[in-house]
């Protein structure tokens, strides 16, 4: 109850815009009130950080804040953590190409699918034709030469309606289907045997019911294949603390789940100890800006994680400081935004009509030639290209310019979309005709240029320019920024052709950064405050997968955004009192050691009052409320180091940035 009565004063808290804010301030105050030293150096940690660790102040203040933003934004000259990359190497399919990830991570593992002998290989051609098309003599006749192995292989695979009028044959039809899945099954359980079989009754106990140290000790005491086997017949979040044996286990039972789990286990590993930490955060707002949702069914064997990896590594990653227009280009060309908005399958309507007359009437249809769905003109890219990622809703297009969008972007498709699948352009599934695009005309006969064209337009419209720097404002200064700053960069933006490093500059340099309107007015989104509370207590992870489960059920699965407007850009998406008590559990738990493959030190915390453990925990004093709230939630209580942590990092302070 009392737990329930401090998330309910955090949330009302949180919900109070503007309200006492910590440092005296209020949430939505003066831009043009500058903050203090020491506020600014943690403004600058709290936006271009997932939040500080311990040793970030003091090197900030060395280094000086000017000096430190601008090595932020070069990444390059920032040596990586080694710690990061060693953590990383074992995540091997964030370093694979689709094709790679395609062939050896199917859905189902190869040695797990039972196919039948085909007839083919079983019958001859006059065996088949008697089998399958004969009289019932004929049948009767054909499978009465067989022995009585093949006799029970051919009844098993022939449809029961092919034996209409022969009784007994589809009796002896059905007991060969049960007898080869009994057979199927026997096979499945030898490859995979369930852990009554691997384990006795002691042993089972300890598998899924005993500690960690209890489980490690269980699975290091079997020689490497039965270790291989329990781990294959645990359930995943047992192995929360053993991520290779949670890897080898998953691969062998449901190999694409290697490749989600290799997506969200990296981005938190490089959000808790990257060096380019700056390029972390842009990396995650960009993808979040051209979201596409991991879980859309697509044509290699599976769905859009068998792409992602490349997605952020080779679209998102390579130009989060470079021009916005080669941002655009490098994810309008690439499969996974082809496959997410459909663009793949938009096809001029002339093209159909080719394979309904000449050469093609008699021969393959599209669909076979192809290994895709004719449907036409597809808009839902060219909307969500002008509505999400560039003008803006309010931007100034119309409909018209939708569907002229779509038909430029015709052609722009996938070569071998279920084993290879690269980009590409496909002449003859172009819309050729002249098309008209915010008054641009793109004269008829372009091609592939229609589309560069289209993206060369939208990069540098006006609108695209304020509506980017608004974005990049609402992220790292307020969620309603103001607009003399949106301007500013907006006119950044312009005069250098869309320049994010420049546009950034103009606004991590700009007075209303480092004003009191911008001073811990962001509320921290689930990703932001797991990974702030783990880095804030100097965490150390050895496992993230537990970490990841927490943010998802905190509403923000990673990768896992069904629409295409990605995650909330402002605070009023995750304010609501039981998102408010999800993080105070997830902060009970993370104080108290019971977050899988987490470790915190808080031993340098120990014979510190609640005021001064706050003041580490948050890198600043904590208000009035929070000490009031601290003093409530330990009545009565021992006061442990770990506890404090634990309702610090519950608290509207530190849930905010």
């Known amino acids: 109850m009392k737990r329930l009565a401090l998330a309910l004063t955090a949330a009302a808290l949180l919900f109070a815009l503007p309200g006492v804010v910590p440092g005296g301030t209020k949430a939505g105050g003066r831009f043009d009130s500058k903050l203090t030293k020491d506020q600014r150096i943690l403004q600058v940690l709290n936006r271009l950080t997932f939040g500080p660790r311990p040793g970030d102040i003091e090197e900030v203040r060395r280094m000086g804040v000017e000096k430190w933003v601008d090595l932020q934004l070069h990444p390059e000259r920032i040596p990586e953590n080694p710690v990061l990359e060693t953590k990383l190497k074992p995540l091997e399919t964030l370093r694979m190409d689709p094709a790679a990830i395609i062939a050896q991570y199917p859905q189902v593992n190869p040695a797990l699918v039972f196919r039948p002998t085909p007839l083919n290989e079983l019958l001859s ?350 992220r790292f200064v307020a969620d309603d920024p103001p607009q003399s700053l949106v301007n500013r960069m907006a006119q950044t933006f312009t005069k250098t052709d869309g320049d994010l490093r420049a546009v950034l500059q103009t606004m991590f340099s700009s007075p209303e950064f480092f004003s009191e309107g911008a001073w811990q007015t962001k509320v921290k989104s689930p990703f932001e405050m797991v990974v702030s509370a783990v880095r804030a207590t100097g965490g150390e992870v050895t496992d993230t997968l537990t970490l990841a489960q927490r943010i998802g059920d905190l509403g923000e699965p990673l990768y896992n955004k069904l629409e295409p407007t990605g995650y909330a850009n402002t605070g009023e998406g995750w304010l609501n009192t039981a998102n408010l008590l999800g993080r105070m559990n997830f902060a009970t738990a993370l104080g108290s050691g019971q977050i899988a493959g987490v470790k915190l030190n808080s031993s340098q915390l120990e014979g510190k009052d609640a005021a001064a453990i706050a003041r580490e925990v948050l890198g600043r004093p904590a208000s009035e409320q929070t000490l009031d709230a601290l003093a409530k939630g330990l009545q009565g209580k021992e006061q442990t180091a770990k506890a404090v942590e634990s309702l610090v990092m519950s608290s509207p302070d530190f849930q905010r940035r």
């Open 125 to 474: 051609q006059d065996q088949i034709r008697r089998v399958m098309n004969g009289t019932a003599e004929e049948r009767q006749a054909a499978l009465g030469t067989l022995d009585s192995d093949k006799r029970r292989q051919v009844l098993a695979v022939i449809a029961p309606q092919q034996l209409a009028g022969t009784p007994e044959l589809q009796k002896e039809a059905e007991a060969a289907r049960q007898q080869q899945q009994t057979e199927r099954q026997k096979q499945i359980r030898k490859i995979m045997p369930p852990l009554n079989d691997l384990l006795t009754q002691d042993q089972m106990d300890l598998a899924l019911r005993g500690d960690p140290e209890q489980l490690g000790g269980l699975l290091d005491s079997f020689d490497s294949t039965k270790r291989e086997q329990v781990a294959g017949a645990l359930p995943p979040q047992r192995l929360a603390g053993f991520p290779e044996l949670r890897r080898m286990g998953l691969r062998a039972r449901q190999p694409q789940q290697v490749v989600s789990g290799d997506l969200k286990e990296g981005k938190v590993l490089r959000a808790l100890y990257s060096n380019r930490e700056l390029e972390e955060v842009l990396v995650d707002f960009w993808f979040n800006h051209f979201n596409v949702f991991e879980g859309k069914n697509a044509p290699p064997n599976g769905s859009l994680r068998m792409l992602l990896a490349s997605y952020e590594r080779d679209a998102i990653r390579p130009h989060v400081l470079g021009k916005f227009k080669d941002l655009l280009l490098a994810t309008a060309r690439h499969p996974a935004m082809l496959y997410y908005l459909d663009n793949w399958q938009s096809i001029t309507p002339n093209a159909l009509d080719a394979f309904q007359v000449g050469p093609f009437a008699t021969g393959p249809n599209f669909s076979q030639m192809f290994g895709r769905q004719a449907k036409g003109i597809n808009e839902n890219y060219g909307r969500e290209l002008m509505e999400l990622h560039t003008l803006g809703v309010n931007g100034g297009y119309t409909q018209q310019d939708v569907i002229a969008v779509a038909r430029c972007f015709t052609g722009w498709t996938i070569r071998q979309p279920a084993t290879k699948p690269e980009f590409v352009f496909a002449g003859f599934m172009h819309d050729t005709g002249e098309k008209t695009v915010l008054g641009h005309k793109i004269p008829a006969g372009g091609g592939e240029q229609d589309g560069l064209q289209v993206i060369d337009i939208l990069a540098r419209h006006p609108s695209t320019a304020k509506f980017i720097s608004k974005e990049l404002a609402q």
